[in-house]
């Protein structure tokens, strides 16, 4: 009797993705990609469009990919169809997700909206974690090395995720990496990912090109933790513990001047400094539209006391 009731939950579940697929189509990356939207978002599938043609190829250098599988990309509206498309298995939080397995990119295009996040960095951030499957074909990576990638591909790293490593370190806030080979702890998922950041950016700072060397292992030996040990000469495990002392070094100065009075006081200037300095253009800036009045209506005979 089980086979009958998974064959028919998997033609319910089929049923409710196909009703939540969007009617119309683009194209991407020379037909690899095709994006499917309603007619309603069609000025935001052209877009997608085109920050793909612009980053696909350049993003699957960096990989050593040569040739793009092909990929669907859904645009769903909200949030009820975009959990349709994959139910019970996307985060509440997210705005997009990629499922590697069947090379597809899910946007959410309401909360892509509203979000502080560009677009481009939202989409460049779920296609490297397709292409990365891609390259790898199917072999099992940590968590914190596909976050890490996505976001170096997605270039979505401010001087504000900086000082909110800084403030999650000077916490003790701060996950070991070794923590973060699986799903991502829930009550600290940011600094989660500015963690993974900061290690795949110190683990390519020397040479990008060893990401082309990993990967490759990785394909062809099927094993993260062997693939990484003959590109970089060490463990994960030995990484990651020498990421921790690394960050302890790098910040022990910095957190110690920030926990200063003087620190403080400088940072109170500075802030005094950009205000006023703010208020000087703009104060510049109302007298030349107050002269260019005065001069066109001095050209029209007008005197502007009067007007």
């Keep these: 009797m089980r086979a009958p009731a998974v064959a028919i939950t998997f033609i319910l579940l089929l049923a409710a993705v196909s009703t939540a697929l969007p009617e119309e189509r683009v194209t991407a990356a020379g037909g690899y990609v095709t994006i499917y939207h309603r007619d309603r978002y069609r000025e935001m599938a052209l877009r997608v469009a085109d920050l793909i043609d612009e980053s696909a190829a350049l993003m699957a250098n960096q990989l050593g990919i040569s040739r793009i599988d092909s990929i669907d990309l859904y645009i769903a509206p909200g949030r009820e169809e975009y959990n349709r498309l994959y139910p019970g298995s996307i985060p509440e939080w ?119 060397t990993l990967t490759a292992f990785t394909r062809d030996l099927g094993d993260f933790n062997r693939a990484f040990f003959l590109t970089f000469g060490e463990t994960p495990q030995d990484f990651s513990a020498r990421i921790d002392v690394l960050i302890k070094d790098k910040y022990r100065n910095i957190l110690f001047l920030a926990a200063s009075t003087p620190f403080w006081s400088f940072m109170v200037l500075l802030f005094l400094a950009a205000y006023l300095l703010k208020r000087r253009r703009s104060l510049g800036k109302l007298r030349e539209w107050e002269e260019e009045e005065k001069e066109a209506f001095g050209e029209n005979g007008i005197d502007p006391a009067e007007s």
């Design 94 to 212: 997210s705005e997009a997700c990629s499922h590697p397995s069947d090379m597809t990119i899910c946007i959410n295009a309401d909360a892509v909206l509203k979000s502080q996040r560009p677009l481009r960095i939202v989409l460049r951030h779920e296609l490297s974690h397709i292409l990365l499957a891609q390259r790898v074909e199917g072999a099992r990576c940590p968590r914190w090395f596909m976050e890490g990638v996505a976001m170096i591909q997605s270039r979505e790293w401010s001087l504000t995720d900086q000082w909110e490593f800084l403030l999650a370190v000077w916490q003790k806030d701060c996950p070991y990496l070794d923590d973060l080979t699986g799903s991502f702890p829930p009550g600290n998922r940011r600094a989660a990912y500015m963690m993974s950041y900061f290690a795949v950016r110190e683990l390519l700072s020397e040479r990008e090109e060893d990401l082309m």
